[in-house]
């Protein structure tokens, strides 16, 4: 058996309107009011002639007194909440079929008491939380929000086919073309159209019109989408007495990793990420995301993890906030990776990557990821674990360069528009072939960041080749050949 | 018979020319593995030794330890990039630190440390015991390690070779 929770101008009951007001609701802030089409309609104003779908200027020429208000969508978050947290106290299998309606699969429960006596203890619930609810009960999921649609307040459908003739076309059909074809075919129950062949409707109709027929003839057995809530893995302490070495730190960072372990265990889960905080007494804050390179849920393993990422960091401040947030995944679903699985010993990789991070510094170990610029240096170092992303098309080619970080200032001497003479590092270096000079520039929409180079390659006598570059009138050397 | 097998090759790498380059490819890399053999360490010494460093590069599950933070990434194929590490150092000792992580973590099999750029002064002070480690780690966990250097350092390697000085290069007129 099956309940279905309606709430009728849902979006009006999230904005408190009362039921005997005049009120229309706009889709969204319009460039002119005028245009804004109206969501939805109160009944009283529906009485009037104001129908869903109408411009506000149109609304408001039949109804003059109609108070026009816009959409509120945390509102309705909030009336959604309030709804799921109504129908989870009679069954925790349930689906958000969408906002406003819920159908509940009541067949686990034991039942007692007459349908339409449950029905009325549903609305009787729902009415104490301030909804304003239709409740259908019937054999069919489909059939039950059909039910609820014609509920006043409650409705038992138990003999599908005799019950749907004579309901009205419109609570099925929710696209105004249809509708209005429909009207034209001379369609108002869901009687008259269920009695069309149905090989004529899917050559007229579509997959929609189906869809509808089926519908209309109490629905499919389907299975509900069931709503399960979110479990967040993720504990967090204030500490008392601020802690100010990593010793006691990882003692805190262990006991949490233990709790949280128990609880992935018991969801079938693995970490894929750690999501530590830390706060310190002078209100500075530490944030690290650790992707756990093999997800586990060895608290050995994600312990060391860890305990590599905070070797390095330093504060000046001990620690009184601590939070520790792990992302969990599915133990199959993570070895997609080609590259994780040619590693012997991939969380073992991510310590070690950590530790080489806190010996050089932040951005000095990784994966070189080119950018779409011709300017020096212009490619950014990631993580050597995470995914890549397809690189920039750039054609590698001539003898390789090393690169001189920082460029080594240099003069030169010219001759006959030729550099004869190279001045570098408090050295003198006669230069005995020089070829150039190469333009390259980028940027130029730019005033800030426009640049432009004159490269020139040039061979000592000692046959090195290296690369000058002249920028804003300062001549340097890039790197060398070789 | 010399001549018409030069013959029918010329043929080939006109009619066929993608063929004949992946050919050459496979035969400069045979040439260059046997340099790179697991559990050893290698020196490779001259200041021109960027190419046989790219062909090296080019291997999977491969680091580079960059002593003078001098690599051009623009330089290397985008398949190279993808599965290189690049260890970006300021100091010879910093490298040699890297290289000691690396190697007792295992799982790279190849671990490449260029020290070219770094000044002779500061390689000389490096103890003779750093490479001894090195190279017993290199052993325990099967990696290839190459020493990239202007000159020989490495008094333990198991091989040492010296790049040719190919400059004066040929500059694009």
Redesign the interface.
Known sequence: MFAAWWLPRFVLQALRVLARDRVAVLEAQALKAEDARLLCVSETAEREGVQVGMTSSQAQARCPRLRLLYRDEKAEQELQQRLLMAVESWTPDYEATQPGLCVLDLSRRRMNEPWSDLGMLMHRDATALAMETRIGLADKADLAVLAAHVADPVRVIRDGKEALRELPMNILCRNPELMRLLHLWGVRTLGQFTALPRAEIARRLGAEGLALHDLARGGKERLLRLVRPIQLFREESEIESPIECLEPLMHLLRGMLGRLCARLAEAWRVAGRLLLELRFDDRSTHERDLRVAEPSRDEAVLGRLLETALEGVKATAPVVFVSLEIVPVRAAASQGGL?DQ?????N??A??LS??EA??GKG???????LPSRRVD??R?VN?LEA?TP?IE?S?G????????PPRPARLVWQDWQPVTLHVDRETKPL????GPWFLSGEWWDTQQAWQHEIW?A?TDD???YRLVREHEVWRVE???? | MKATLFNLQNLLRDRFPEAMAASQEARRLSMVRPMLQAGKLVEITGADSGMLMHRFMAERSCALIDAADALEPCGLEAGTLRHLLWVRCQKASEAIRAADLLLRDGNLSTVLIDLRLRPLRELFALPSSVWHRLRLLAERGGAAVAVFSPCQVVACAAGRWTAPQTSPLTLAA
């Open positions: 590259f040619g590693l012997r010993d991939p073992r990789f310590e070690t530790a080489l010996l050089l000095r170990v990784g994966r070189a990821e080119l212009a490619f170092v050597f890549s690189s750039h590698p001539g003898p390789p360069l090393q690169r001189f970080r005995i072939a020089a070829s390659d061979t046959g090195a080749l790197g060398r050949y070789g």
